[in-house]
């Protein structure tokens, strides 16, 4: 498969999209840009941990929907358009309560109006913890976006 980026990001760009909001309050930090994929990973610490002590199935969503919107940014043309996240799913298959988990986002579907990606959360001994999918929008920008 050909590279799928707009253009050729660095993980230092990236890292500064990652950075902000509640992308930067969960650390979450890319590590690898690949022709037909984006690794990000995120620390499994207290801020991410349900009350007992494992990684909140919400963090994993929030992992997932953040690589596979900023993948999705990084196929457009961002001065006329943006991607925004419009469906999301997740299975959580085995618990992690330490570490760091990585998530591993892949295009199953690239349109003009619509991405899928696939995202595979995994452990530091590379154990599946979570499954994604993701769908985001791909609209026109305006004074709203």
Not at 62 to 74: D, I, K
Not at 86 to 109: Q, T, W
Request: proline share 3%; glycine share 6%.
């Amino acid at each position: 498969m050909s590279n799928l980026w707009f253009r050729d990001y660095s993980l230092e760009e990236v890292n500064a999209i990652f950075a902000k909001y509640m992308t930067g309050f969960l650390e979450i930090q890319a590590t690898q840009i690949e022709s037909n994929l984006l690794v990000a990973q995120m620390p499994v610490s207290d801020r991410v941990k349900q009350p007992f002590g494992l990684l909140h199935g919400g963090a994993s969503v929030v992992l997932a929907e953040s690589v596979g919107s900023v993948a999705s940014n990084m196929i457009i043309d961002n001065t006329l358009f943006a991607g925004v996240g419009m469906e999301v799913n997740a299975n959580h298959l085995h618990p992690v309560n330490s570490g760091i988990v990585s998530a591993y986002c892949s295009p199953l579907h690239i349109g003009r109006t619509s991405h899928v990606w696939d995202i595979r959360i995994k452990d530091e001994q590379q154990q599946t913890v979570c499954v994604s999918r993701l769908t985001v929008a791909i609209v026109k920008k305006n004074d709203n976006i």
